[in-house]
């Protein structure tokens, strides 16, 4: 008991709770924007495994990091791209093609590396530094927690008041969230739904893939197979557990990450139980709390259902 208040108390262990929770920041609050505008991207583990890859080449091949980043979100832009034409276009079905979607982006990634990359063991980068802020990370407790990050921990953080500005303050995001309840109220304002739905996919797209870079620009310095490793899907669960608002979303995030973060130091004071027991717990205790939501939140009352113009 005593080991357990030391570690909840930690620096250390914050401090890595906010190093796990950013690349599902980062997912999260794009699953948040397609699914506010009444699309479900269910290629958001794709859409990661993509961006991961795009970005690590891109630093491989000697351009700086943040270009990595900037080529990452425009892949994933593609990629939202693709997925917006089949289903808000053509309005094929959501579940489907987010599925089809996801698993071109994995095996294309996968496929892709091993073309490009002959080499036995998978090379590896520079990764970004903890960025140290001057004067702020001298702090007690809070300072190394916070202030001694990845520049993209910064980034995902800062994502989280930007996005719930242009959904909550802008008029873009007040025709997401129209397009999302009520797509024939918006059409008769003369809004573009499906222009509207196109847009919201590409820029949520490019943000999950963001935090698939994340994954090889600064938690690793690598690519290999199986490096989202399911990130996508408890996304997913997030954006529910939210309840689809940027602010409860960052709560998510930092409760998962707590008990990721949580359950590789109960690994190492187990006493012989077997490991797999705690990797499964920061899941069972997700689904959980999904279930548990998920009884009192509704979505966008137009999530899953495609516009056709002129129909009732």
Same mark, same amino acid.
């Given at each position: 008991?005593?080991?357990?208040?030391?570690?909840?108390?930690? !620096?250390?262990?914050?401090?890595?709770?906010?190093?796990?929770?950013?690349?599902?920041?980062?997912?999260?609050?794009?699953?948040?924007?397609?699914?506010?505008? *009444?699309?479900?991207?269910?290629? #958001?583990? *794709?859409?990661?495994? =993509?961006?991961?890859?795009?970005?690590?080449?891109?630093?491989?091949?000697?351009?700086?990091?943040?270009? *990595?980043?900037?080529?990452? $979100?425009? !892949?994933?832009?593609?990629?939202?791209?693709?997925?917006?034409?089949?289903?808000?276009?053509?309005?094929?079905?959501?579940?489907?093609? /987010? #599925?089809?979607?996801?698993?071109?982006?994995?095996?294309?990634?996968?496929?892709?590396?091993?073309?490009?990359?002959? $080499?036995?063991?998978?090379?590896?980068?520079?990764?970004?530094?903890?960025?140290?802020?001057?004067?702020?990370?001298?702090?007690? =407790?809070?300072?190394?927690?916070?202030?001694?990050?990845?520049?993209? @921990?910064?980034?995902?953080?800062?994502?989280?008041? @930007?996005?719930?500005?242009?959904?909550?303050?802008?008029?873009? /995001?007040?025709?997401?969230?129209?397009?999302?309840?009520?797509?024939?109220?918006?059409?008769?304002?003369?809004?573009? @739904?499906?222009?509207?739905?196109?847009?919201? =996919?590409? $820029?949520?797209?490019?943000?999950?893939?963001? /935090? /698939?870079?994340?994954?090889?620009?600064?938690?690793?310095?690598?690519?290999?197979?199986?490096?989202?490793?399911?990130?996508?899907?408890?996304?997913?669960?997030?954006?529910?557990?939210?309840?689809?608002?940027?602010?409860?979303?960052?709560?998510?995030?930092?409760?998962?990450?707590?008990?990721?973060?949580?359950?590789?130091?109960?690994?190492?004071?187990?006493?012989?139980?077997?490991?797999?027991?705690?990797?499964?717990?920061?899941?069972?205790?997700?689904? $959980? !709390?999904?279930?548990?939501?998920?009884?009192?939140?509704?979505?966008?009352?137009?999530?899953?259902?495609?516009?056709?113009?002129?129909?009732?």
């Amino acid at each position: 008991m005593h080991d357990a208040f030391d570690m909840l108390v930690s !620096a250390s262990f914050w401090a890595a709770t906010l190093r796990i929770s950013a690349p599902l920041l980062f997912g999260t609050l794009g699953e948040l924007i397609c699914e506010r505008a *009444g699309v479900l991207n269910l290629g #958001i583990e *794709g859409i990661m495994t =993509v961006g991961a890859l795009s970005g690590w080449l891109t630093v491989y091949y000697g351009a700086n990091l943040w270009t *990595g980043v900037l080529v990452a $979100a425009t !892949a994933g832009a593609l990629f939202g791209l693709l997925h917006a034409f089949l289903t808000v276009s053509l309005s094929l079905s959501q579940h489907v093609t /987010g #599925i089809g979607v996801s698993l071109l982006g994995t095996s294309l990634s996968y496929f892709s590396f091993r073309l490009l990359i002959t $080499a036995t063991a998978s090379p590896t980068i520079v990764p970004f530094s903890p960025l140290r802020v001057p004067v702020l990370a001298d702090i007690p =407790v809070i300072g190394p927690v916070i202030f001694v990050q990845s520049p993209l @921990v910064y980034l995902a953080f800062t994502l989280v008041g @930007v996005t719930a500005y242009i959904i909550y303050r802008t008029p873009l /995001g007040l025709a997401w969230s129209m397009v999302g309840e009520n797509p024939a109220a918006a059409d008769s304002q003369g809004i573009d @739904v499906n222009a509207v739905r196109i847009v919201a =996919v590409m $820029a949520g797209s490019a943000i999950m893939a963001i /935090g /698939g870079a994340f994954l090889t620009l600064s938690a690793f310095n690598a690519f290999f197979v199986n490096l989202v490793n399911g990130r996508g899907w408890i996304c997913i669960a997030l954006v529910i557990v939210s309840s689809w608002k940027p602010g409860k979303a960052l709560l998510a995030a930092l409760f998962f990450g707590a008990l990721e973060a949580m359950q590789v130091r109960l690994q190492q004071a187990s006493g012989g139980l077997p490991y797999q027991l705690f990797l499964m717990l920061p899941y069972i205790l997700s689904i $959980a !709390a999904l279930v548990v939501v998920s009884r009192r939140v509704a979505g966008p009352q137009a999530l899953m259902i495609p516009f056709r113009k002129g129909e009732r």
